[in-house]
C-alpha cells in the first residue's frame, strides 16, 4: 500500500502488525522505527483538525533522554492519492509488553522474569510521569486502561491509541475541544458512569481515577480496586455501580457491605503513603474529584515508597514498615498449588516421587522467577546523584 504524507511523497506501507476496530497499523518500509496506523473507512470528521494539532504541539516526552517514546504520539500525517486523510505515522515500540502481562504473577514470571516490586513501582511511576507530561500540554487520555499501555523489560511504558485522546485545539482564538469519545467502564471516573462519553469534556481529574485504578493493579496483581466480596443478599451489583456508588472495600468501616475478595494481597503490605493515596482516589475523591491525587504526586510518591523497600532472605523486595516479607507465604503457596496441578495421578499405595523441594523435570521453568539486583532505569532524572542513575537504556 502506498499512502502520501504532507509533502505529497510517497510513503510504503509493508506488513500489518496489528487490527483495531476503526484501523490497521502497518510497518512502514524502510523506516524500522515507524509505524502507520490506516484508518479502515473515512475517519471521525475532526479527525483532521485534531491530528494536525496533535502534530504541531506534541508534549514533552519524559523518557526522551533514554531514547524510549512514552507515547506514541502522531509524528506527521498520511493521505492517499486524493489528499483525503488516511491516517497518520507514529513511533514503533518494541520488545514490550501489555501491561496486563504484568498484572498477572504468573504471566509476569513468564514474561518479564526480572519484574521485582522495584520494577513494579517504577512502572507506576513511569505511567505517572508520562501522563503529568500530557496533561501539562493541555491533553486529556480520556480513555486511559489497561488495553492501550505497555511496558518493556526496563519498566519504560508507552501509552498508545493516543488518536482517541481529548485535545483542545485553539482555532483563530476560540477554543475547540475534540473529546475523547471512549471509555471502559472499570476505568471510568464514578461522576461519568453512564454518561455519553462523546459529549463530555473530560478533566485531568477523571484521569486521575484511571491512573490510581491501574496502579492499585500493579502493586496488587491485577486486582481491580472495587472488586469485592458482596455481604447482601442477591447478587452482586456490576463493577462499573460499584465505582459509581463508591464502594470501595479496602476500609476499616465500608458504607457498603462488601469487604476485599478472597486470597488478595492485604491492602497493608503497601507503604501506608500508598494506602493513603488509594483512600483518596477512590474514598475522597468520590466526594470531590479534586482530592484524587494527580500524576505529579504519585511520581514524587512511588519515587520515595521506592526508597523504602528491604530485601528479604528470599529475594523478594517488600516495604520496611513490615516485620516480615508478606510474599514468601504468598509464593510458598502458589509452588504448592502449582505442584498438585502438575503432580501425575498416584498409584494405589504408592507414594509420589517428589515433593516441591525436589522438583520433576516438567515442573514449569518460570516459577519462581529468577532475581535481579539491577534496578530498571529510571523515567524521570534524579534530583540528586544519591538517586542513581540508569542501568540501561530502554
Known amino acids: 500500500m502506498i499512502v502520501y504524507d504532507?509533502?505529497?511523497?510517497?510513503?510504503?506501507?509493508?506488513?500489518?502488525?496489528?487490527?483495531?476496530g476503526e484501523a490497521t497499523v502497518y510497518r512502514v518500509?524502510?523506516?524500522?522505527?515507524r509505524l502507520a496506523k490506516i484508518y479502515q473507512t473515512a475517519p471521525r470528521p475532526n479527525y483532521a483538525g485534531k491530528l494536525a494539532w496533535m502534530v504541531r504541539f506534541p508534549p514533552e516526552n519524559p523518557t526522551s533522554w533514554l531514547e524510549h517514546a512514552s507515547l506514541?504520539?502522531?509524528?506527521g500525517?498520511?493521505?492517499d492519492a486524493k489528499s483525503n486523510l488516511k491516517g497518520y505515522w507514529m513511533p514503533y515500540i518494541q520488545r514490550a509488553v501489555s501491561i496486563l502481562e504484568v498484572f498477572n504473577p504468573r504471566r509476569r514470571a513468564a514474561v518479564l522474569p526480572q519484574f521485582d516490586r522495584r520494577y513494579l513501582l517504577r512502572t507506576a511511576r513511569n505511567l505517572a510521569a508520562a501522563l503529568s507530561a500530557l496533561h501539562k500540554?493541555?491533553?486529556v487520555a480520556g480513555d486511559l486502561n489497561e488495553s492501550n499501555i505497555l511496558v518493556t523489560q526496563t519498566?519504560?511504558?508507552?501509552?498508545?491509541?493516543t488518536d482517541s485522546f481529548q485535545v483542545s485545539e485553539d482555532r483563530e482564538g476560540s477554543l475547540v475541544v475534540h473529546p475523547c469519545p471512549v471509555g471502559k467502564p472499570e476505568y471510568t471516573a464514578p461522576e461519568l458512569q453512564g454518561k455519553s462519553l462523546s459529549e463530555v469534556i473530560r478533566e485531568p481529574d477523571?484521569?486521575?481515577?484511571g491512573l490510581a485504578v491501574l496502579i492499585f493493579q500493579l502493586l496488587m496483581d491485577g486486582s481491580h480496586p472495587f472488586r469485592a466480596q458482596w455481604l447482601a443478599p442477591g447478587d452482586p451489583p456490576p463493577l462499573e455501580v460499584r465505582i459509581s456508588n463508591g464502594a470501595y472495600p479496602y476500609l476499616d468501616a465500608p458504607q457498603y457491605p462488601v469487604r476485599p475478595p478472597k486470597n488478595a494481597l492485604g491492602i497493608n503490605t503497601l507503604h501506608p503513603w500508598l494506602v493513603d493515596m488509594f483512600r483518596r482516589a477512590f474514598v475522597d475523591g468520590h466526594r470531590d474529584p479534586r482530592w484524587r491525587p494527580g500524576p505529579e504526586l504519585w511520581v514524587h510518591t512511588l519515587s520515595e515508597v521506592e526508597q523504602t523497600l528491604v530485601l528479604c532472605s528470599e529475594g523478594h523486595y517488600y516495604s520496611s514498615h513490615l516485620d516480615s516479607c508478606p510474599y514468601c507465604p504468598l509464593v510458598q503457596?502458589?509452588?504448592?498449588?502449582?505442584?498438585?496441578?502438575?503432580s501425575p495421578p498416584r498409584s494405589p499405595g504408592k507414594r509420589p516421587g517428589w515433593t516441591p523441594r525436589n522438583k520433576p523435570t516438567w515442573a514449569s521453568p518460570n516459577w519462581p522467577p529468577p532475581r535481579s539486583n539491577t534496578p530498571p532505569p529510571r523515567a524521570v532524572p534524579p534530583s540528586s546523584p544519591a538517586q542513581g542513575v540508569p542501568a540501561s537504556k530502554g
Open 137 to 139: 500540554s493541555g491533553y
Open 77 to 79: 500525517l498520511l493521505f
Open 72 to 75: 506514541a504520539w502522531p509524528g
Open 29 to 33: 518500509a524502510g523506516q524500522a522505527t
Open 6 to 20: 504532507a509533502q505529497r511523497q510517497p510513503v510504503e506501507l509493508s506488513e500489518s502488525v496489528g487490527q483495531g
Open 333 to 342: 503457596d502458589r509452588q504448592k498449588a502449582q505442584a498438585q496441578k502438575q
Open 155 to 161: 519498566a519504560l511504558i508507552t501509552l498508545i491509541d
Open 206 to 209: 477523571h484521569d486521575s481515577f
